[in-house]
């Protein structure tokens, strides 16, 4: 062990050189070997001088000599907390700049931090500990002022050091991590210096120096601070200082990390439903992959790490917002089970789950492992959702185990996304076995499905089968399978429930319709059918149960016992952690829907309202169709269909789903929509018949279009834009001339409907968008500043597979302000729309676009106008190569502004131009 021969070394110096050496012989010996000066009256104090040697003794024998001339130890007799000073001018800790170092009369602290892992040790211990630690404290202090350790980014890194202004409002040095309880004592939260120094006194005078029995294994310094022990074990080794022994045997962490079997790490990416606003930009998980051993553990028990915001039971509602935006909130690393991940994600919320596996090093992967155990533990920043939030956070987790100089950029300086994020890691290249270099990051082609995508895709692959038994079985069976596929897709759970009840004696009907031979093919696609058929009621009954439980939530009117804030929530789980041995005996839980669970046990409920008992009601009927379905599955199986393998079916329809989501990312764009960027040359045909030549420059925070497939990106049945900008200049001597400008602030549509079997509403049936943007025209035109908002429903009139393909009509409302220099005037009126896309061959960037676009707007003073706009677009993506590539798209377009009365009148502007970006 490590603090054996730190023990021995310790109590050799404590001892006189001979049986003659006096008190003044050991200081002067301090002084000539070590550089260390002690004054009256430390130097009359035996049992201070005994514990100086002591503390020397427990560093490296390289770093016992204390660089930058003579260190004075001063002893007052004024008590302070561990017998050290601080920054106050009563008690300083140095003087004559690092020249004397201060120690004064012990007495303990009331610091939790700092007394966690010393409880079991008496007065005396206590204080001949710190008497060991001020030493090392000292001497350290002066040797990263000559070094400068903790300047280093392998230092700096695992507390998320900041310089002065390395972030906006960052005017001071301070790190991202929050808690106390991740430094060694407070005075390490005030520089990354102090972070280093302090920490070295645990690490060289741990507890178990004093008392081996005084700490159990896993509590101690070099099983609960990996990371650090073997960063400032690194430091020293580089400058030949130190080599630091094997850490030991660590039974919790061990245990835990296995990483004998340690696989891989993915990154994972919770995509938007499409439906759901607030899940529009995805979140970010990570997940470490182990390979099986002789102890299966089974895909419910995996670990996923979750950087989450700790909200207690606060879920929605205008504080919540302004918390999540201000910081009113901690983030903290959760690691929970797949099993846990799946009912909440894919589940309830249906959001399918996306694979990106990191291309880490054998060394890098056992530093992630460490990183996250004490992340878990110990790991709070302050959450802030557009900054601060589950991207930034899994970068400071991985940026902090990658060796060397190897860092992935943080994307973006106000806003952080998820998508932006995977980009950075896909664009840091890593050097693979093979010698090439490769991305950091790679798509896994095999996504953990939403149990409603699962659905869709059961529809679809049932749907197939249905027509593949149209010649097989007979005219009379097929049209009863038609009738009987019907009502499976009711949106009534009572209806569908009552259409499995026929499905046994139908599928005996269909079997004895056929001759001998075809009886093996009828019933593996029967099987199969109604395989899929069950995949969607599951999802239906996700559905009913994330419903249920929104329900009982409204109906809450007071819980038993006072209700846990977010700051309750957090301060349990910190002391949760403090102790490995009691952590070994609980379980963390910290998911809302824990809490809310446990609250709704002991709650008092008012009654239900009417619409919530009906969708109580329907949750239960959605349920026993359920229950309905997989008896009448379980039965077929045992009987009539017992003869197809379901392991067979549940391979083969696996193979289907990644060769599918394969297919689509060799298409696909290899990276997101964000920070994108374009330049455009054209012309305008003025009204006088001439043509002026354009220049267009187009820039976006975040733009990924409708039926566009973006592996980092969202769902191709979207379009978003955030901070999506046009500005048109004629070129000209001097300065060229700015014409007009657009500035989309937030846009977003969606195509994506709820499934046949769920449409009970006419909203069921559309797609909607919005949007609100600013505008500038060109000189001349009446009130040309503009400030607009609007949105539309969406009738989906035609659409392909992944939204390749697409047509739609859209009806909505656009409102707004515009003003000149003199005025400023509201508008109103109806919007509608006509938009289409046609996919062409190779990549999924290959399009034609025809977007129009017709408005009657009433302008206050001026009555009623009208705007149309159309435009043709085509995209073309070539000069392809690696992951890049460059995207050729011309455009023609025409805006029209006027009143019907002597048509026509008004202003007509049309334009031509060709787009290049680089994608």
């Given at each position: 062990?490590?603090?054996?021969?730190?023990?021995?070394?310790?109590?050799?110096?404590?001892?006189?050189?001979?049986?003659?050496?006096?008190?003044?012989?050991?200081?002067?010996?301090?002084?000539?070997?070590?550089?260390?000066?002690?004054?009256?009256?430390?130097?009359?104090?035996?049992?201070?001088?005994?514990?100086?040697?002591?503390?020397?003794?427990?560093?490296?024998?390289?770093?016992?000599?204390?660089?930058?001339?003579?260190?004075?130890?001063?002893?007052?007799?004024?008590?302070?907390?561990?017998?050290?000073?601080?920054?106050?001018?009563?008690?300083?800790?140095?003087?004559?700049?690092?020249?004397?170092?201060?120690?004064?009369?012990?007495?303990?602290?009331?610091?939790?931090?700092?007394?966690?892992?010393?409880?079991?040790?008496?007065?005396?211990?206590?204080?001949?500990?710190?008497?060991?630690?001020?030493?090392?404290?000292?001497?350290?202090?002066?040797?990263?002022?000559?070094?400068?350790?903790?300047?280093?980014?392998?230092?700096?890194?695992?507390?998320?050091?900041?310089?002065?202004?390395?972030?906006?409002?960052?005017?001071?040095?301070?790190?991202?991590?929050?808690?106390?309880?991740?430094?060694?004592?407070?005075?390490?939260?005030?520089?990354?210096?102090?972070?280093?120094?302090?920490?070295?006194?645990?690490?060289?005078?741990?507890?178990?120096?004093?008392?081996?029995?005084?700490?159990?294994?896993?509590?101690?310094?070099?099983?609960?601070?990996?990371?650090?022990?073997?960063?400032?074990?690194?430091?020293?080794?580089?400058?030949?200082?130190?080599?630091?022994?094997?850490?030991?045997?660590?039974?919790?962490?061990?245990?835990?990390?296995?990483?004998?079997?340690?696989?891989?790490?993915?990154?994972?990416?919770?995509?938007?439903?499409?439906?759901?606003?607030?899940?529009?930009?995805?979140?970010?998980?990570?997940?470490?992959?182990?390979?099986?051993?002789?102890?299966?553990?089974?895909?419910?028990?995996?670990?996923?790490?979750?950087?989450?915001?700790?909200?207690?039971?606060?879920?929605?509602?205008?504080?919540?917002?302004?918390?999540?935006?201000?910081?009113?909130?901690?983030?903290?690393?959760?690691?929970?089970?797949?099993?846990?991940?799946?009912?909440?994600?894919?589940?309830?919320?249906?959001?399918?789950?996306?694979?990106?596996?990191?291309?880490?090093?054998?060394?890098?992967?056992?530093?992630?492992?460490?990183?996250?155990?004490?992340?878990?533990?110990?790991?709070?920043?302050?959450?802030?959702?557009?900054?601060?939030?589950?991207?930034?956070?899994?970068?400071?987790?991985?940026?902090?185990?990658?060796?060397?100089?190897?860092?992935?950029?943080?994307?973006?300086?106000?806003?952080?996304?998820?998508?932006?994020?995977?980009?950075?890691?896909?664009?840091?290249?890593?050097?693979?076995?093979?010698?090439?270099?490769?991305?950091?990051?790679?798509?896994?082609?095999?996504?953990?499905?939403?149990?409603?995508?699962?659905?869709?895709?059961?529809?679809?692959?049932?749907?197939?089968?249905?027509?593949?038994?149209?010649?097989?079985?007979?005219?009379?069976?097929?049209?009863?399978?038609?009738?009987?596929?019907?009502?499976?897709?009711?949106?009534?759970?009572?209806?569908?429930?009552?259409?499995?009840?026929?499905?046994?004696?139908?599928?005996?009907?269909?079997?004895?319709?056929?001759?001998?031979?075809?009886?093996?093919?009828?019933?593996?696609?029967?099987?199969?059918?109604?395989?899929?058929?069950?995949?969607?009621?599951?999802?239906?009954?996700?559905?009913?149960?994330?419903?249920?439980?929104?329900?009982?939530?409204n109906r809450l009117v007071k819980i038993q016992g006072p209700v846990p804030t977010p700051q309750d929530g957090l301060r349990e789980?910190?002391?949760?952690?403090?102790?490995?041995?009691?952590?070994?005996?609980?379980?963390?839980?910290?998911?809302?829907?824990?809490?809310?669970?446990?609250?709704?046990?002991?709650?008092?409920?008012?009654?239900?309202?009417?619409?919530?008992?009906?969708?109580?009601?329907?949750?239960?009927?959605?349920?026993?169709?359920?229950?309905?379905?997989?008896?009448?599955?379980?039965?077929?199986?045992?009987?009539?269909?017992?003869?197809?393998?379901?392991?067979?079916?549940?391979?083969?329809?696996?193979?289907?789903?990644?060769?599918?989501?394969?297919?689509?990312?060799?298409?696909?764009?290899?990276?997101?929509?964000?920070?994108?960027?374009?330049?455009?040359?054209?012309?305008?045909?003025?009204?006088?018949?001439?043509?002026?030549?354009?220049?267009?420059?187009?820039?976006?925070?975040?733009?990924?279009?409708?039926?566009?497939?973006?592996?980092?990106?969202?769902?191709?049945?979207?379009?978003?834009?955030?901070?999506?900008?046009?500005?048109?200049?004629?070129?000209?001597?001097?300065?060229?001339?700015?014409?007009?400008?657009?500035?989309?602030?937030?846009?977003?549509?969606?195509?994506?409907?709820?499934?046949?079997?769920?449409?009970?509403?006419?909203?069921?049936?559309?797609?909607?968008?919005?949007?609100?943007?600013?505008?500038?025209?060109?000189?001349?035109?009446?009130?040309?500043?503009?400030?607009?908002?609007?949105?539309?429903?969406?009738?989906?009139v035609d659409e392909g597979t992944h939204f390749h393909r697409y047509t739609t009509l859209g009806v909505g409302a656009r409102t707004?302000?515009?003003?000149?220099?003199?005025?400023?005037?509201?508008?109103?009126?109806?919007?509608?729309?006509?938009?289409?896309?046609?996919?062409?061959?190779?990549?999924?960037?290959?399009?034609?676009?025809?977007?129009?676009?017709?408005?009657?707007?009433?302008?206050?003073?001026?009555?009623?106008?009208?705007?149309?706009?159309?435009?043709?677009?085509?995209?073309?993506?070539?000069?392809?190569?690696?992951?890049?590539?460059?995207?050729?798209?011309?455009?023609?377009?025409?805006?029209?502004?006027?009143?019907?009365?002597?048509?026509?009148?008004?202003?007509?502007?049309?334009?031509?131009?060709?787009?290049?970006?680089?994608?």
């Amino acid at each position: 062990m490590r603090v054996l021969p730190a023990l021995v070394a310790g109590l050799l110096m404590a001892l006189p050189a001979s049986a003659e050496e006096t008190l003044a012989e050991r200081i002067h010996r301090l002084e000539t070997e070590h550089g260390l000066v002690l004054r009256a009256p430390a130097s009359e104090d035996a049992a201070l001088v005994a514990e100086v040697e002591a503390g020397l003794a427990a560093l490296p024998p390289a770093l016992r000599r204390v660089p930058g001339g003579p260190l004075e130890l001063v002893l007052h007799p004024d008590p302070a907390p561990l017998g050290m000073g601080n920054e106050s001018p009563r008690r300083p800790e140095w003087s004559e700049g690092r020249e004397r170092f201060h120690l004064y009369a012990f007495v303990p602290t009331q610091e939790r931090r700092a007394t966690l892992r010393t409880a079991r040790l008496t007065d005396a211990e206590l204080e001949r500990l710190w008497r060991r630690r001020a030493v090392v404290h000292a001497v350290m202090q002066r040797w990263d002022d000559a070094r400068g350790w903790s300047r280093t980014a392998r230092w700096r890194r695992l507390a998320g050091w900041l310089a002065p202004f390395e972030r906006p409002l960052t005017f001071t040095e301070e790190a991202r991590l929050s808690y106390e309880g991740a430094f060694s004592r407070a005075r390490g939260q005030k520089s990354a210096s102090l972070d280093l120094v302090t920490f070295a006194e645990e690490l060289f005078v741990p507890v178990e120096s004093l008392r081996e029995e005084a700490l159990s294994v896993d509590d101690r310094v070099r099983c609960q601070e990996l990371s650090r022990s073997r960063a400032l074990g690194e430091l020293l080794e580089a400058d030949g200082l130190w080599t630091p022994p094997p850490r030991g045997h660590c039974p919790a962490f061990d245990t835990w990390a296995d990483v004998g079997k340690l696989s891989h790490f993915e990154l994972l990416l919770a995509v938007s439903t499409g439906r759901q606003p607030e899940s529009l930009f995805g979140h970010l998980l990570m997940r470490p992959v182990w390979r099986e051993g002789e102890t299966p553990r089974g895909p419910s028990f995996e670990a996923v790490v979750q950087p989450v915001a700790l909200t207690g039971m606060e879920t929605g509602g205008p504080s919540y917002i302004v918390k999540g935006l201000s910081g009113g909130f901690s983030l903290g690393f959760l690691t929970a089970t797949r099993g846990d991940l799946s009912h909440e994600t894919l589940e309830l919320e249906q959001r399918t789950i996306r694979r990106y596996r990191l291309r880490l090093t054998p060394s890098e992967q056992v530093r992630l492992l460490e990183r996250v155990w004490e992340m878990e533990r110990r790991g709070y920043l302050p959450y802030y959702f557009l900054t601060d939030n589950c991207a930034s956070a899994l970068l400071f987790l991985v940026n902090s185990a990658l060796e060397g100089d190897r860092r992935v950029r943080t994307p973006g300086v106000l806003w952080v996304l998820p998508s932006a994020t995977l980009d950075s890691f896909a664009r840091l290249e890593v050097t693979g076995p093979d010698g090439k270099r490769q991305p950091l990051l790679e798509y896994v082609p095999d996504a953990l499905e939403s149990t409603g995508e699962r659905a869709w895709r059961a529809h679809e692959s049932r749907e197939e089968a249905l027509d593949a038994l149209a010649t097989k079985v007979s005219a009379e069976v097929h049209t009863r399978l038609r009738l009987l596929h019907r009502r499976l897709q009711s949106p009534e759970p009572e209806k569908r429930r009552e259409a499995w009840s026929r499905v046994p004696a139908l599928v005996e009907a269909a079997l004895a319709s056929v001759p001998e031979a075809e009886r093996e093919s009828v019933r593996t696609l029967i099987h199969a059918y109604v395989a899929w058929s069950v995949r969607v009621e599951r999802s239906e009954m996700d559905r009913a149960e994330d419903e249920r439980m929104k329900v009982e939530r409204n109906r809450l009117v007071k819980i038993q016992g006072p209700v846990p804030t977010p700051q309750d929530g957090l301060r349990e789980r910190q002391q949760l952690f403090e102790r490995e041995d009691e952590l070994q005996r609980r379980l963390a839980v910290l998911d809302r829907i824990a809490y809310f669970q446990q609250a709704l046990a002991t709650a008092q409920r008012r009654e239900p309202t009417r619409n919530e008992a009906r969708t109580l009601a329907r949750a239960e009927a959605v349920e026993a169709t359920f229950v309905t379905a997989t008896d009448v599955q379980g039965e077929l199986h045992s009987g009539t269909l017992s003869e197809v393998d379901p392991v067979d079916f549940l391979e083969r329809d696996h193979a289907r789903k990644v060769r599918e989501e394969s297919e689509l990312a060799s298409r696909a764009l290899p990276y997101s929509g964000a920070g994108r960027m374009s330049v455009a040359l054209g012309m305008d045909r003025l009204p006088s018949g001439h043509a002026r030549p354009v220049v267009t420059l187009w820039t976006s925070g975040l733009s990924e279009a409708m039926g566009e497939t973006y592996l980092h990106g969202i769902r191709p049945g979207n379009d978003l834009r955030v901070l999506d900008g046009e500005m048109r200049v004629e070129p000209r001597r001097g300065v060229p001339r700015v014409l007009d400008s657009r500035l989309t602030l937030l846009g977003y549509r969606t195509l994506l409907r709820e499934p046949p079997w769920h449409r009970r509403t006419l909203f069921d049936e559309l797609g909607w968008g919005m949007e609100a943007l600013m505008e500038t025209r060109e000189a001349g035109t009446d009130l040309r500043y503009r400030a607009t908002a609007q949105g539309e429903a969406l009738l989906v009139v035609d659409e392909g597979t992944h939204f390749h393909r697409y047509t739609t009509l859209g009806v909505g409302a656009r409102t707004g302000m515009r003003w000149g220099l003199d005025e400023l005037v509201p508008v109103v009126g109806p919007r509608l729309t006509f938009s289409q896309r046609v996919g062409l061959p190779g990549s999924v960037a290959n399009a034609v676009r025809l977007e129009a676009a017709w408005s009657p707007l009433f302008i206050l003073s001026r009555g009623l106008r009208h705007e149309a706009e159309a435009s043709l677009r085509m995209d073309l993506l070539v000069g392809h190569w690696g992951r890049r590539g460059i995207r050729l798209s011309p455009r023609a377009q025409v805006r029209w502004e006027g009143t019907l009365d002597g048509w026509p009148s008004g202003r007509a502007e049309p334009r031509l131009d060709l787009a290049v970006e680089l994608m």
